[in-house]
């Protein structure tokens, strides 16, 4: 008996001396835990800093090379040549008419696919029809923009005899396409989300589906239908491959969507892509080019943050 409990008594010595060796191993670990997040949560901000402080060094030696004011008030675009005129307003009209055309077609193609999906169609339906919707968000925008060009234009040219080969109707169309599904899936997560007291109670008073759909549901959730109209406006701003193939690359201060276009992103590719050497001005345009770009997706950004913290409903 005397042996038998000594025995136990030394394996429970034996656990505790076990346990107390894991719960020190675990301690440690548990205090290297915050730091590693701390460093892969660093990551991201450091990259951000390094791609910023680098837009900035070079933009600052091209702007003493080219007056601010003649940059951004210029409107002939001629980075090659002995006299070369460097004026982004081309590159900004491109960029804001092929996002304009975008937005008109992504906007309410979009918000009413939300509609449907969150307030008409059956769960099952919804099921099927919302990630055959988002396998759009997956093609890749090099496809866009052959689509773009190769379908789209030649469509209609059938139907706008003037439209030049290349212009930025064409791919503006193309990326609202191609931004559908972003504000469908945002817009319809925003509407998901209202709580269905709301809808039982709007019903109960007498208001038909479409009233409750549009007086009720689209009020409560407009934090986050505006948000993704937003963020749809800083994709097509930010779009490179479809604009790059079907918009041309004339550089032309224009508003007529039927000539060929250049945007800030297109201007991007071409400079990197030709014979810009280092140290030149073509060379530091391309990044005066690129912080102008990195500034406007930057305010969209702000603009959609302070949207969804200013008309945000909790529930």
Do not use: C
Request: glycine share 8%; charged share 15%; hydrophobic share 50%.
């Amino acid at each position: 008996m005397d042996r038998t409990t000594g025995e136990k008594r030394l394996d429970i010595s034996g656990l505790i001396e076990k346990k107390k060796k894991t719960a020190s191993v675990g301690t440690i670990a548990e205090k290297m835990i915050p730091g590693i997040l701390f460093g892969i949560a660093a990551i991201s901000v450091l990259t951000t800093i390094g791609i910023v402080l680098t837009l900035l060094t070079e933009t600052v030696l091209f702007f003493k090379e080219v007056p601010f004011l003649d940059f951004f008030t210029g409107t002939k675009l001629k980075p090659l040549g002995k006299d070369a005129v460097f004026g982004v307003l081309p590159l900004l009209t491109g960029t804001l008419l092929s996002t304009a055309i975008a937005m008109a077609v992504a906007i309410p193609i979009g918000l009413m696919t939300a509609v449907f999906l969150s307030e008409y169609a059956s769960e099952k339906l919804r099921k099927i029809l919302k990630p055959m919707l988002e396998i759009l968000a997956g093609i890749p925008t090099i496809v866009y923009g052959f689509f773009a060009f190769t379908f789209v234009t030649p469509l209609l040219r059938s139907f706008i005899p003037g439209l030049e080969p290349t212009n930025i109707l064409s791919p503006g169309i193309v990326m609202g396409i191609m931004i559908i599904p972003m504000v469908a899936s945002l817009s319809e997560d925003a509407m998901s989300a209202v709580p269905n007291a709301m809808r039982e109670g709007a019903l109960a008073l007498g208001a038909t589906k479409l009233e409750v759909t549009w007086k009720v549901v689209v009020p409560a959730a407009i934090s986050g239908i505006i948000a993704s109209f937003v963020l749809g406006i800083s994709r097509a701003i930010g779009e490179t491959m479809i604009v790059a193939i079907a918009s041309g690359s004339s550089k032309n201060f224009t508003f007529d969507v039927t000539q060929s276009m250049q945007t800030m992103t297109a201007y991007i590719v071409e400079v990197t892509g030709g014979e810009a050497a280092a140290g030149t001005t073509l060379y530091y345009s391309l990044y005066a080019v690129a912080m102008t770009l990195f500034v406007f997706t930057l305010i969209m950004n702000l603009v959609a943050q302070y949207v969804s913290r200013r008309f945000r409903e909790e529930y």
